[in-house]
């Protein structure tokens, strides 16, 4: 479970309460959460739902970051890459095979046998960010949280090397506010 504290930061980096989040996968350099591990099923509204993002890329800054490579063409160039280097493409393969295993050990008996009662235990078997395909790119924020999260994504390690900056300037740590004024503060 999140802390009190890593709760409230991410709640205030994402804009909104952190959904299934349950715990600090990753922290920047300030010792703020920068990538949460969340659950892969929660209730929403009665109802549960299969969360297909296992981490979730929380920090502001790098959340920018890796908008303005997407804006540019980058899941694009990136699925391109993964098209013609077959090393990268096996690379991939077992980053997405290690997400969907992680994600599943996370799942107590009685959660996969509700998920297999209920006809959803197919939705375990996407990769990162919800992908049934390992040779698609689609959010380059989920493959750069695996990768600061375990290491072992060729696409969130090539996100990370085209980045100027992993995380806040010291001049401008932008959660350096959230950690002084408390949890009551949790919009950006």
């Given at each position: 479970m999140l802390a009190p504290r890593d709760?409230?930061?991410?709640a205030w980096q994402l804009?909104?309460?952190?959904?299934?989040?349950?715990?600090?996968?990753?922290?920047c350099p300030y010792g703020y959460p920068q990538v949460v591990v969340t659950h892969p099923l929660h209730r929403d509204d009665e109802r549960f739902?299969?969360?297909?993002?296992l981490f979730w890329l929380s920090c502001p800054f790098v959340g920018a970051a890796v908008a303005r490579l997407e804006s540019t063409g980058g899941v694009k160039r990136f699925e391109s890459r993964l098209a013609r280097d077959p090393?990268?493409?096996?690379?991939?393969r077992a980053a997405h095979d290690a997400y969907?295993?992680?994600?599943?050990?996370?799942?107590?008996?009685e959660e996969l046998a509700f998920l297999r009662d209920v006809g959803a235990l197919d939705r375990l078997e996407t990769g990162i960010a919800g992908l049934?395909?390992?040779?698609?790119?689609?959010?380059?924020?989920?493959?750069?949280?695996?990768?600061?999260?375990r290491g072992e994504n060729p696409i969130g390690e090539a996100v990370a090397?085209?980045?100027?900056?992993?995380?806040?300037?010291?001049e401008r740590v932008l959660c350096a506010g959230i950690a002084e004024e408390g949890p009551s503060c949790c919009q950006r």
């Open positions: 709760r409230a930061i991410v804009g909104r309460p952190p959904v299934a989040a349950i715990g600090v996968a990753h922290r739902v299969v969360f297909p993002t090393a990268l493409a096996v690379r991939s969907r295993e992680e994600r599943r050990a996370l799942l107590s008996l049934a395909s390992p040779h698609r790119v689609k959010c380059l924020h989920a493959h750069l949280a695996h990768f600061l999260a090397t085209e980045l100027i900056q992993l995380f806040c300037p010291a």
